[in-house]
């Protein structure tokens, strides 16, 4: 299997400064693009920070740094990494210098100043009331407005701060984290096996991939190759789940400008695929199949057929769907122009996903770093560089069709054999792996010991891609803030964890 | 144009499910049912040992072992299936939701191998039962309290042409002044407890507060995490429980029903 190994580089005598100043670099760019930040603790509990970086090798390369005195920001070479710093000060209390903005991210008001739960001990954490200041905007007929954490409809919780002139916004300000959950500690001390329920428990409507993520994370770290039928089906899963979300946030795109008819039609597709993934293996969202070395059961020939039968006749639906809403001139309206994320800032922020290829980033897992059994399948990646809620609509439904025709052309030559194979797990554990989740690159990094983990980390493509939302927010109007936040259709809780 | 759309609409053929399809229907849950001849007190330890909410715990009442199964905790992982040898396994349909947490839990005594305790009766709610507990007007404010967005989908899926749940006169509104009934998913976090606690002041009494999902009803997966604070019930009183990890559509339905059947405790 290739893979993205990374290739933990020795830091040796040079110093943090010296190592962050020469970051890795690819090809056509000045600096390659950054896949996470995080904190560990080493053999003696020393903090230690991991900077992962896509260089455009089939490998990820993996920087680590002491990380017990002071770090040197590299935001203002890699914005990027600007709330992964911050998330870093918080869970483990690195001291970083030089960043424009260390601001509590992950805990909010009640959380004592200088307990770092990955360092501490979090028993009985005290209730605290310290204060957190929005970045405040002035001048002339400036106004705020708040909105949330508690929005109106069936959506997570999130607050957003915006600063207006008139509707024009002027500045938004995302404050998150509202369901933060502490997911990463509870990994620790949990076995590989457990930890497989909690992966499906990051982001609900993406738990397959999570759940594939954190499975090929454990292979690595076990060197298995699971089976090939395993891994063919856990590529019906995942485009499955990737079709479903994408018909699922056209509709809810429709349902924003107020076009309910072509609404109710998208959710009505999107559930004719989940009953028949109910009908095929028993839930509804492929919870509990993936696991650290192949599936947990196979899934019978016939039962595929059928699944790919609905997939085909969805994938029809959906096309005919998309074709009215391309061509309905209030949608032409609403959506063309609304909310550009220009290439600089998706690149500056390094954003992922559905979200990047609608602004000109050519950036997807399943063909740079292929994984399950995507080496062997033959698929395009649509892009396109106009970066408005057109361009994230029209590159959703291009891969959706592509994504029933992968589906399609797996089943249809799904290799027999196992679906499972034993682990060693015995000794040291550490592996790392990329998946392309329907919101775009989801990476899992694990550390464990006779089959228990130490630590997990997982970079969630929402954490990537929120700060990069009010960029495309500023100067439009407010009333369609839902719109483009819809377009964007990031998981709060993924990125809360 | 609008002829076009229009047209497409009228072609569309009526998915709704009707009322008696859905209630009681668990399909796509993987709710754990037992068989409780089939049971062994090495069957009830391997489940006890596989259970990674400890949904499945063994007590010793008037010094005789007993299983219990609490789905207020169950997480739908089907974990306990392969090492039960056939004493646990997928429901056929489900309608267990409750009052309180231990109308949640089943009691199965493992020397006689029977279940103890009142059996569940089937989901009663009969169609025209439906608009008079009802009045044929129900609001609902969903509260997100810090789930994983697992329940939300599912709660979302009610709007659609299958699940349709406006036929019943229920409807989702957008403010907590307008509702009737929260329902509220997830673990209570931290960073959401104020929060929720606000929404709940915020609905005008006689209310109802239903707790959906294994998070909602006991933590779930994160019960004990520093970041969370508990259940629902930790933070706001409740009136109901809907398990499921996520509960389907149709065990929401179900569940909604129940709760009105009793209403506030």
Partial sequence: MKENTPAAVPIGERSAWEATLSLPRAKDEAVARLVTIFGSLGSNRERQVHYVFDTGDACYREIVLPGDGPVRSVVLEVPAAAWYERELHDQYGVEITGHPDLRPLVFHDNWPDGVHPMVDGVDNVPWSNREYRFLEVQGDGVAEVAVGPVHAGVIEPGHFRFSVVGDTVLH????????????????????????????????????????????????????????????????????????????????????????????????????????????????????????????????????LVELNQAVAQAAREFSDLAQLILSTP??????????????????DLAIVGPVARASGVDLDVRRDHPYCHYGRARFGVPVTHYGDVMARARIRIEEAAISARLIEETANALPAGSVLVPLELLGELHGSSAVESPRGELYYWLEGHNGRLTRCHIKSPSFQNWPAMPFAVVGNIIADFPLINKSFNLSYSGCDR | MIFEVIERSLRQPNRVIPVEAVLGNCDGSRMPEVIAAR???????????????????????????????????????????????????????????????????????????????????EPKVVRGQIHSLLGRALNIRQLDAGSCNGCEAEISALA??????????????????????????????????????????????????????????????????????????????????????????????????????????
């Fill in chain 1, 172 to 303: 938004l300000e995302l404050r998150h984290f509202y369901t933060h959950k502490g997911t990463e500690k509870l990994f620790e001390g949990t076995s590989v096996h457990a930890g497989t329920m909690i992966a499906e428990s990051v982001s609900g409507d993406n738990c397959f991939a999570h759940a594939v993520a954190y499975s090929q994370a454990v292979e690595k770290a076990c060197q298995t190759v699971v089976p090939p039928r395993a891994s063919a089906i856990r590529l019906i899963g995942l485009e499955l789940e990737r079709l479903v979300c994408h018909i699922s946030d056209v509709g809810g795109l429709c349902t924003d400008v107020g076009f309910s008819v072509a609404a109710a039609y998208a959710v009505r597709i999107k559930e004719s695929l989940l009953q028949a993934s109910s009908q095929c293996c028993a839930t509804r969202y492929w919870r509990g199949i993936a696991v650290p070395g192949g599936l947990r059961f196979d899934i019978d020939s016939r039962k």
């Fill in chain 1, 330 to 347: 209030s949608i032409q309206n609403r959506f063309e122009t609304a909310g550009i994320l220009t290439r600089d800032v998706a690149r």
């Fill in chain 2, 39 to 121: 049971l062994t007190p090495a069957i009830a330890q391997r489940l006890v040992e596989v259970c990674p909410t400890a949904a499945f715990r063994i007590e010793e009442h008037d010094s005789r072992p007993h299983l219990r199964l609490s789905y207020g905790e169950c997480i739908g992982c089907g974990r306990c299936f392969e090492p039960s040898e056939g004493a646990v396994v997928t429901a056929k349909t489900f309608s267990w939701c409750g009052h309180a947490k231990d109308q949640l839990v089943r009691d199965w005594d493992l020397d006689s191998r029977t279940e103890v305790g009142p059996l569940r009766p």
């Fill in chain 2, 160 to 265: 659609n042409p299958y699940y349709d749940l406006e036929r019943f006169g229920i409807h989702f509104v957008a403010s907590p002044k307008h509702a009737d009934m929260l329902l509220v998913t997830g673990p209570v976090t931290r960073n959401m407890a104020d929060a929720v606690k606000a929404t709940y002041e915020a609905v005008p009494s006689p209310k109802l507060v239903v707790a959906v999902g294994a998070c909602g009803c006991s933590g779930g997966i994160f019960a004990g995490s520093h970041a969370v604070v508990g259940a629902v019930d930790a933070v706001i009183p409740v009136d109901g429980y809907i398990p499921g990890c996520p509960p389907t559509p149709a065990m929401l339905v179900t569940g909604i029903l129940e709760v009105l059947r009793w209403g506030p405790s």
